[in-house]
């Protein structure tokens, strides 16, 4: 809503077309959010070439830190050919500097993407181990199982006699600080 809001003016919940333009929006997130540009735009919201460039300027303008962020973010890439976590992983660019136009535009999206998802990836490795040591120490190796991970979620299988307490457990370690 604060994209679109953004992207057509204060007055565009008023519109009859509110629903496409907030869908606009949505589009708009997520084609800029991991370090796509216009382009991307034009394509998720299906709108002219000048049309993208406008979306992403009042874009930047409204999010002005993560514009920043990508801006640092891309400069430090160029200038060490990698990225890294907060954890302190590191996403290798050997792209960053390419000559070839395309080969450079991917890398730069990654350099943007890379330390979101790696990120969001480390966070989940964590939680993955504290929610180990917690089981162990409950004696509930032979009661959870972890199945499988997708992207930021976990998937158990859980013996019904601990279930309540077996959730409770696991919300709480893939939410605390």
């Known amino acids: 809503t604060k994209t679109a809001l953004a992207v057509y003016g ?5 519109r009859p ?30 709108v002219s070439r000048e049309e993208g460039q406008r979306i992403k300027r009042r874009f930047d303008d409204t ?16 200038q060490h050919m990698f990225v890294r976590t907060s954890f302190g992983r590191k996403y290798p660019l050997p792209d960053i500097n390419s000559e070839d136009r395309m080969l450079r535009s991917a890398a730069e999206r990654n350099a943007v993407n890379a330390p979101i998802q790696g990120e969001n990836a480390d966070m989940v490795k ?10 162990k120490n409950r004696g509930w190796l032979d ?17 019904n006699d601990i279930l309540d307490q077996a959730i409770d457990m696991i919300v709480h370690q ?4």
């Open 10 to 14: 204060d007055d565009a919940i008023n």
């Open 17 to 46: 077309d509110w629903k496409a333009l907030r869908g606009n929006g949505k589009g708009t997130n997520f084609s800029l959010l991991y370090g796509g540009g216009p382009n991307a735009v034009v394509r998720s919201v299906k």
């Open 63 to 78: 999010y002005k830190v993560l514009a920043e962020w990508w801006e640092d973010t891309k400069k430090f890439a160029r």
């Open 126 to 135: 964590i939680s993955m181990g504290a929610i180990y040591r917690d089981v």
């Open 143 to 159: 009661k959870v199982f972890m199945i499988i991970t997708i992207h930021d979620e976990l998937v158990f299988e859980i013996d």
């Open 174 to 177: 893939m939410t605390r600080n």
